[in-house]
């Protein structure tokens, strides 16, 4: 596709319980963001790929959060034992060289 | 502290009534600052990069200027379809000149 791609789009999950967010980058984007956007909140940093490499990781909230990239394209972020403040919308971008941002639609999570 | 701090946080507006949304930033050693509409639902969208002061650019009734401490991003005529919230960025030089800082937002609504 001409865009970033996050799956699911939704994704409402029980308190405690591990789940996986993916990212399809824009094909040839070497960077990979993921981001954070809570209600009335701006959008927090959380992880910074280039290429499979993440040279920026200071963002994760905590070790409950990890992420991985693979062959240069998808990413994957999990969140294991999730937590009621997890509930969140998490945005993946990828760039060119470190210029402009393109940002997928994001995914709502909704932890019970 | 926060680094970008946009106003207002909300802002209504008749159609065709212009306005200006303001982002400031206090970093120093600034690489570009950009500025994203975001509908809902959706992600972030590119709109403008400026990299020095004095800068300006151009979209149909949109445009952005910069000085050495803040951004201005001016509506003229809006319309209602330019309801979405306005998002400003702040990318930093050395050593994490590949991420960008947000501001919270301007939640703009245009009435008809």
């Known amino acids: 596709g001409a865009g970033v791609s996050q799956s699911p789009s939704n994704k409402v999950t029980e308190k405690g319980k591990d789940v996986e967010l993916r990212c399809d980058p824009i094909?040839?984007?070497?960077?990979l963001y993921w981001y954070r956007q809570s209600l009335g909140q701006g959008l927090e940093f959380l992880i910074y790929f280039q290429g499979n490499s993440a040279p920026d990781k200071s963002g994760l909230p905590s070790d409950r959060f990890s992420a991985e990239r693979t062959g240069g394209s998808v990413s994957t972020l999990t969140i294991q034992r999730t937590q009621q403040e997890d509930s969140a919308v998490y945005l993946c971008?990828?760039?060119?060289?470190?210029?402009?941002?393109?940002f997928g639609s994001g995914t709502q999570l909704s932890v019970l | 502290e926060d680094q970008v701090t946009q106003s207002p946080e909300a802002l209504r507006l008749q159609e065709g009534e212009s306005s200006s949304l303001n982002c400031s930033y206090t970093v120093s050693g600034l690489r570009g600052l950009f500025w994203y509409r975001q509908d809902p639902g959706k992600g972030p969208e590119f709109l403008f990069t400026?990299?020095?002061a004095g800068e300006e650019k151009e979209k149909e009734r949109l445009k952005a200027t910069l000085t050495k401490k803040e951004s201005f991003l001016h509506i003229t005529a809006p319309k209602p379809e330019d309801s979405a919230t306005y998002l400003c960025?702040?990318?930093?030089?050395?050593?994490?000149?590949?991420?960008?800082?947000f501001g919270k937002g301007t939640l703009l609504t245009v009435n008809p």
């Open positions: 971008a990828s760039s060119l060289y470190n210029e402009k941002l393109f």
């Open positions: 094909s040839g984007h070497t960077a």
């Open positions: 960025a702040v990318r930093l030089g050395g050593g994490s000149n590949y991420k960008l800082t």
């Open positions: 400026l990299y020095s």
